[in-house]
């Protein structure tokens, strides 16, 4: 294997996990949305925000790192999707800030007022961030972006049937996989009628992402043939087959009410999407344009995936610390529930 | 590399609004940054000293800092990221060609931000769940992956000033040393300028919070401490700072003459050169300035007949604007004297009577150090930057060349601005809310300390 198919591989493994826990924060403000007024979503906007709070700033960083490994393995991919879809990726980023913002604003307010404008910005960025970053994802796939700077269509690469469909679907896996994570989050911590609510929202996502992804492949049929072409046929076929077992079988894990079984599925069915599309379409990268022919100098990408290896020693024992530390059960101190904090003295 | 004066497409307005947006996104992340550096230390200072002391004073102060840090990097964050689309959307030009060999130090910083952000997790979360020594060992990876993150993200910038480490074939990247464009001749003053800032603005800034309460009559020891801590720290740097900056200048006489002569609106090629203080330039000269003779000859080359570069040497299209880098200049190294005096004032003052010094004007002064710092600092990124143009890649690679010549960037720059307007209203808003909304107890117990949540 060439150094730049190692580059492309880790590249997508940041996606992978970013898709996977960013994704998961995302519905999150997904269900924070349609929790309803303030006394009835008080429940599940806390168990929201206590369980996304200690660990979304790192969920985050895989975006940033799949960034930068971008421009640093593939430099002229990289100036050619941010120039030509430079509008859906400046709508993605002030989404970012106004999500990532609000939600650090409203848990520190303890005015009423405040909490609800800051959670309305929270939750409806969490929902137009991964739609128009979807979009980003649709027009590459359906070959949109060519290489050159911004020598696409502006409006068209990413205002078009695959974009449209990618960018709804990125919604709906971020919900699934949102009510998928919260169940367990809120079982473990004795919520038992919250738990049995994300578990129905999580059954009716998981059915209509179902859906969604069906109706893309059709879409893909007449708008993206060459990349359809490639979805149904050996190598990608059976990751295509594997992503649609691990959906039907975490719908069942779901009505047996086997929560962490049902996170591992069901992010299997989420990372065969991904890993589909990549088999499909690799080798190449834009229309034209292979991976060897857009990868950095040796040199750069031996030092970069170098620094990474090393990186990786001091990143998986943290990781897995901070994971550990809160999905063990609470404390009762630190368990925030009630929202209104007015306790001024 | 005459022949690359050619425009990439863009219209001017195009250009003016995606620099601008540059400046605007970047100078509202370089304060978040600043404070992301420097609270975590100033925190684990207090954190320490109150589990040595047990002074709930240093106990309060530390978790009510870890809060407002909590806000902080969460905000740091976010306009961080903003900052990676940024380098691709505005500047294809940039980022296709040469974004490999910039390439390692943002893969490098990509690891201290992810060790930041998960001990940042442990640290804030786990206030209440952990022993208090496991807590504040659990803090150290924040400082240490915060001081590298600014270091690694600065020598990005210093190969823009610099580049090294590559060759070029027809516009094309033929090889690599990342390693010798990483550590290019302008990393070390300026990283170790942009840390010493760093520690002095975050420094500065927690300070004049206290200094503004105790002018209002808050006295007690809590505020005092609130005062003297991140003071202490940002005073003890500052001799250091200007000593840092003056190795810059040196720097900058050294391998961007250009940039210095703007510095010091020095339009023609002299022995002897004078130190000009303030002035515009009009029509290829200074007016209204305050000059020293020799001064510069001597400041830049420790000899008062040197011959200094002006202007002249390069062509008019080559010439960095003057006025804009003169005066932020001298705005920089201003407000770099009066903190040393500052400083001064009261080391001095602790010296003779173990105390401060007692006028109000001391505390007025530190009131707006904070201020001064924050000044300072965007002053020092606007002689940076500005005095890089017209070059983007100092030499290599003309600004106009490097931007998305895709239509509509004013409604970009309009939009982000707007954002950005109201992101900081609501950041001002909420951390003066935060203050206000559970006051400081004026007789503080214990049981003040532990019923304050950090998060
Ligand atoms: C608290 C902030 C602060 C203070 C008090 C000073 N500086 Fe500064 N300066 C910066 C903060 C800063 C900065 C914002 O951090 C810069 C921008 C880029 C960099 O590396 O540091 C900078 C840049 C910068 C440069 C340009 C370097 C380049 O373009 O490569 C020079 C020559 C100086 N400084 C010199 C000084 C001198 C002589 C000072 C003493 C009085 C001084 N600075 C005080
Ligand atoms: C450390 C890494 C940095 C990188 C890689 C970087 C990169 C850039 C780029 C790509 C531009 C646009 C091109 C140009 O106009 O020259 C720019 C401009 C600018 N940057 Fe930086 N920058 C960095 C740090 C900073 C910081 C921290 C500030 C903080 C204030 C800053 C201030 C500016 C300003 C004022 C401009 C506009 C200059 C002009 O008038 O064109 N830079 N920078
Ligand atoms: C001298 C300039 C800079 C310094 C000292 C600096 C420092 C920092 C620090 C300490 C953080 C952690 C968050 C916080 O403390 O609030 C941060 C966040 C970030 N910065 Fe900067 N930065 C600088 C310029 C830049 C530039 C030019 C870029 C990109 C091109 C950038 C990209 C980011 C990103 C992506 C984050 C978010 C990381 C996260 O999620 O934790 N920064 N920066």
Redesign the interface.
């Given at each position: 294997m060439a150094l730049a198919d190692v580059m492309l591989a880790v590249l997508w493994l940041g996606l992978t996990a970013y898709v996977l826990f960013g994704g998961a924060d995302f519905g999150g403000g997904f269900w924070d949305l349609l929790a309803g007024d303030a006394r009835r979503g008080a429940a599940v906007r806390a168990q929201v925000e206590h369980s996304i709070?200690?660990?979304w700033?790192?969920n985050?960083?895989w975006?940033?790192?799949v960034?930068?490994?971008l421009?640093?393995?593939f430099?002229?991919v990289?100036?050619?999707?941010?120039?030509?879809l430079?509008?859906p990726?400046?709508l993605?980023?002030?989404g970012?800030?106004?999500?990532?913002?609000a939600?650090?604003?409203r848990?520190?307010?303890?005015?009423p007022r405040?909490r609800r404008l800051?959670g309305a910005a929270f939750a409806f960025s969490s929902v137009a961030t991964p739609f128009f970053l979807g979009t980003t994802a649709g027009a590459i796939a359906s070959g949109r972006v060519p290489p050159g700077?911004?020598a696409g269509d502006?409006l068209g690469s990413w205002l078009n049937p695959t974009s449209m469909t990618t960018g709804v679907l990125a919604v709906g896996v971020t919900a699934y996989l949102a009510a998928v994570y919260l169940t367990l989050d809120a079982r473990r911590e004795g919520a038992t009628e919250l738990a049995e609510g994300f578990r129905r929202r999580a059954t009716a996502t998981g059915v209509v992402v179902g859906a969604i992804s069906v109706v893309g492949l059709a879409v893909l049929r007449t708008d993206a043939p060459a990349l359809f072409a490639e979805l149904s046929s050996w190598p990608a076929l059976p990751v295509v087959g594997m992503s649609v077992a691990a959906g039907l079988v975490s719908l069942a894990l779901l009505r047996a009410r086997a929560y962490l079984a049902v996170r591992i599925s069901a992010s299997l069915a989420v990372v065969g999407v991904l890993w589909a599309w990549a088999v499909a379409q690799y080798p190449v990268l834009l229309p034209g344009v292979t991976v060897e022919a857009a990868a950095?100098?040796d040199?750069?990408l031996a030092?970069?995936l170098g620094?990474?290896a090393v990186?990786a020693l001091?990143?998986v024992p943290?990781?897995w610390?901070?994971y550990r530390?809160?999905q063990r059960t609470a404390?009762e101190?630190?368990r925030?529930v009630a929202p209104p904090r007015a306790d001024?003295? | 590399m005459d022949e690359v004066l050619l425009a990439a497409g863009a219209t001017a307005a195009d250009l003016a609004a995606a620099r601008m947006q540059m400046a605007l996104s970047l100078g509202w992340h370089i304060v978040v940054a600043c404070l992301g550096v420097g609270m975590p230390a100033l925190t684990l200072i207090a954190e320490w000293r109150g589990y040595r002391t047990g002074d709930p004073a240093y106990r309060l102060l530390a978790r009510r800092w870890a809060r407002a840090m909590g806000v902080l990097f969460a905000v740091g964050a976010v306009s961080g990221t903003i900052l990676s689309f940024e380098m691709g959307v505005l500047w294809p030009g940039l980022m296709g060609t040469y974004g490999e060999v910039i390439g390692l130090p943002f893969s490098l910083e990509g690891i201290a931000f992810f060790i930041e952000a998960i001990f940042l997790g442990v640290y804030l979360y786990a206030w209440d769940r952990l022993p208090p020594v496991p807590h504040m060992l659990a803090g150290i990876p924040i400082v240490l992956a915060g001081t590298a993150s600014a270091f690694f993200v600065v020598t990005a910038n210093a190969w823009m000033q610099q580049p090294t480490g590559f060759d070029e074939v027809n516009g094309r990247i033929v090889a690599v040393d990342p390693w010798a464009a990483m550590f290019n001749p302008a990393t070390p003053p300026q990283t170790a300028h942009m840390i010493v800032a760093a520690f002095m603005v975050a420094g500065f800034l927690t300070a004049s919070v206290y200094a503004v309460a105790m002018l209002r009559g808050r006295r007690d020891r809590y505020h005092r401490l609130g005062f003297l801590v991140p003071f202490t720290v940002a005073a003890a740097l500052t001799p250091v700072q200007v000593a840092v900056g003056d190795w810059a200048a040196h720097f900058v006489a050294q391998y961007q003459p250009v940039k210095l002569a703007a510095m010091e609106g020095l339009f023609e090629t002299v022995a002897g050169a004078p130190l000009t203080i303030g002035g515009v330039a009009v029509d290829g000269e200074l007016r209204g300035g305050l000059e020293i003779p020799h001064g510069l000859s001597l400041l830049a080359h420790w000899d008062p007949n040197a011959v200094v570069t002006g202007l002249n040497e390069v062509a008019p299209a080559d010439r960095p604007p003057v006025t804009v880098v003169h005066l932020a200049f001298d705005l920089m190294v201003g407000v770099g004297f009066a903190l040393l005096a500052l400083s001064a004032w009261a080391a001095w003052s602790w010296w003779r009577r173990r105390d401060l010094p007692r006028t109000r004007w001391f505390l007025r002064a530190g009131a707006v150090s904070g201020v001064a710092a924050v000044l300072a600092l965007e002053a020092g990124w606007t002689v940076t930057e500005v005095g890089r143009q017209p070059w983007i890649v100092f030499g290599v690679l003309r600004t106009t060349d490097a931007v998305n010549p895709a239509p509509g960037l004013v409604w970009g720059f309009v939009l982000v601005t707007a954002v950005y307007a109201v992101l900081t209203v609501a950041t001002a808003y909420v951390l003066r809310r935060m203050t206000r909304s559970t006051p400081v107890p004026a007789a503080l117990e214990d049981s003040d300390v532990d019923s304050f949540k950090v998060v």
């Open positions: 709070g200690p660990v700033e790192a985050h960083v975006l940033i790192f960034i930068v490994m421009w640093t393995g430099p002229s990289f100036a050619a999707v941010a120039s030509t430079y509008i990726l400046t993605v980023a002030l970012i800030i106004a999500r990532g913002a939600f650090a604003f848990k520190v307010s303890d005015e405040l800051f700077i911004a502006l950095a100098t040199a750069v030092a970069s620094a990474l990186g001091l990143l943290s990781l610390w901070l530390i809160f404390p101190s630190s925030t001024t003295r | -």
